[in-house]
């Protein structure tokens, strides 16, 4: 998908592409600010805890870090927005930092898919898929795991765009 074009990085993308991505990152958008809940699972995982055993470490550096990371998430969907093409498919071209901006914003948007999906370390997904098709085909988990894996797709073919 990714290609290296010099120093950008190049995708050609479907409307459908276009449209998924669009969704997705959005949707990262809105739980980081409108739906932003410390008790949503999805939350935790994008703002762990970095001291578990302690809690009142734990809300201090939550105190200092997280306004900073939270814009800096928001700021990295907002990269995935301003770079794809209005209304149909068409080429995306990134230079480095917009590019690490997509790589952190898809980590993100695949890491609050996997809680929703309840994706864990050991998960064969191609198995999750072809458990979810027998189910129902036109399911909404189908469509879901679906993007889930797209997402980690376009993810890793940016990752070897940048590592040529």
Not at 22 to 32: D, F, P, Q, T, Y
Not at 135 to 153: I, T
Request: aromatic share 8%; charged share 30%; hydrophobic share 45%.
């Amino acid at each position: 998908m990714f290609r290296r074009q010099g120093d950008r990085y190049v995708v050609a993308l479907a409307p459908d592409e276009v449209r998924v991505l669009r969704k997705v990152a959005s949707e990262v958008v809105g739980l980081l600010t409108d739906g932003f809940d410390h008790t949503d699972p999805v939350v935790g995982r994008l703002f762990p805890d970095i001291y578990p055993e302690d809690p009142a470490n734990s809300a201090d550096f939550r105190r200092y870090t997280e306004g900073d990371l939270k814009t800096a998430k928001i700021d990295q969907a907002g990269a995935i927005l301003a770079a794809l093409p209005d209304g149909a498919g068409g080429e995306v071209r990134l230079d480095t930092e917009a590019a690490e901006a997509w790589l952190r914003a898809l980590n993100d948007a695949r890491l609050a898919m996997g809680v929703r999906l309840e994706i864990r370390d050991g998960t064969d997904l191609g198995a999750e898929l072809d458990e979810a098709m027998l189910v129902d085909p036109g399911s909404n988990r189908v469509f879901q795991l679906s993007v889930y894996a797209y997402l980690g797709y376009l993810q890793e073919s940016l990752l070897n765009a940048m590592l040529d």
